[in-house]
């Protein structure tokens, strides 16, 4: 396009080693790029000035130097390799599109550029700590934006649950499709519990529509929990703002179904009877957080769903997960046979899901497959499967 584009970014290689450095979730090797396929790994940040396909490597920006030239756009985040729902080419740089599809779609850096036209500050290239972007939810006429505060960065919550993963937009999915088919005018009423919440997605957006939602996760990552509560609900339970979301950008190739136009024209009808969630620090290894959890349930009423995503990780953890689970959907129930309804989303990863249930069957639970989303074809980016089970003890 002949205009000026910076590009600072922590990229892996073009190799099967990006694959591994995904799987075992592990931080990125400091790279520079552009929009061509060239590729340049170095131990410091590097600085490419582009016009058009024009390459000039300035080393470290300063601003008031006299061959400097001002961007147009900074893009300070982590690209990969894919395969761009826009353009169609595959195995190229880029980055997936939160706000496209249901679960996002890889766009390649020279399409990402198109489309952008906003000047960014020049402080925003040092700028590090909490990222807020928006994040569509929901399907059809209940598709909306949602506001999350991340820190990919690592740079105040250092743990993996200060990021958002592809399994709690699907949980929430298939959360919201079963949920609705009982309550089509919205979830008052319905209480629910997440665990392992980090950012709390799949539970500030069922609190949107109406449920009374507990995140709960370590006590560290509980004010970032809050953070999102308050980016999302003012104090009085209302929604803190409308967040409109832009159309999803067209694809003549894709092969994938996509959203409605009616849909991805507007942000959303109102949400019925928003509810603002409650917060709790709960480590499953701890039997006082746990005590205060259900003395909570205890007095506001027993739980409806107990929900999770990517909880299964750490094979380590999976005893305290399921005695935690037990204790929470039998609190407050007293002569009432029923019991909440377990609802977890997990990320198949290599070997993960297996081991996963090799424990859960030996814990005496039984585990049903009831949701399976082929990440990979769904986004264009190397994401792995994921699962929405649910959780039966069989004693």
């Not at 290894?285 to 409806?304: A, F, H, M, T």
Request: hydrophobic share 40%; charged share 20%.
């Amino acid at each position: 396009s002949g205009s000026n584009v910076m590009i600072l970014a922590k990229v892996p290689p073009a190799s099967p080693a990006s694959w591994l450095l995904r799987t075992n979730r592990r931080p990125l090797s400091v790279t520079a790029v552009c929009c061509t396929t060239e590729l340049q790994r170095t131990t410091k940040q590097t600085v490419f000035l582009m016009t058009g396909a024009h390459v000039m490597q300035r080393g470290l920006l300063k601003w008031g130097g006299p061959d400097a030239k001002r961007p147009r756009r900074i893009v300070t985040f982590a690209l990969e390799r894919g395969r761009c729902c826009v353009c169609g080419q595959c195995n190229v740089l880029g980055r997936v599109d939160e706000q496209a599809g249901d679960y996002g779609r890889f766009r390649c850096a020279a399409c990402m550029d198109a489309d952008c036209n906003e000047i960014v500050d020049e402080e925003a290239l040092y700028m590090t700590g909490l990222v807020t972007s928006v994040v569509a939810v929901g399907q059809g006429a209940r598709r909306r934006g949602l506001r999350i505060v991340s820190d990919p960065g690592g740079s105040k919550f250092q743990c993996l649950g200060a990021n958002v993963w592809s399994s709690a937009k699907v949980l929430l999915h298939y959360l919201e499709e079963t949920l609705f088919k009982q309550h089509p005018e919205g979830l008052k009423g319905v209480r629910i519990l997440e665990l392992g919440a980090g950012c709390g997605l799949p539970g500030l957006a069922l609190a949107q529509m109406g449920a009374d939602v507990t995140l709960t996760d370590v006590p560290r990552l509980c004010p970032l929990l809050q953070e999102n509560v308050s980016a999302n609900f003012g104090s009085d339970g209302s929604l803190a703002c409308d967040v409109a979301l832009p159309a999803a950008p067209k694809s003549n190739w894709m092969m994938v179904t996509d959203v409605p136009e009616e849909v991805t024209e507007t942000s959303l009808q109102p949400c019925a009877s928003p509810r603002r969630p409650s917060v709790a620090p709960l480590r499953w290894d701890e039997l006082e957080d746990l005590e205060k959890v259900l003395q909570q349930i205890r007095g506001s009423g027993p739980l409806d769903f107990v929900i999770g995503s990517d909880v299964g990780y750490l094979p380590d953890a999976v005893v305290s997960l399921l005695q935690t689970i037990s204790a929470l959907r039998d609190a407050g129930r007293q002569a009432d046979p029923t019991r909440a309804k377990v609802v977890l989303g997990l990320c198949s990863r290599p070997g993960e899901v297996e081991e996963f249930s090799e424990q859960v069957a030996k814990a005496g639970w039984c585990m049903e497959v009831v949701k399976k989303v082929d990440m990979a074809s769904e986004r264009g980016d190397c994401s792995s499967p994921v699962f929405v089970v649910l959780l039966n003890c069989s004693a």
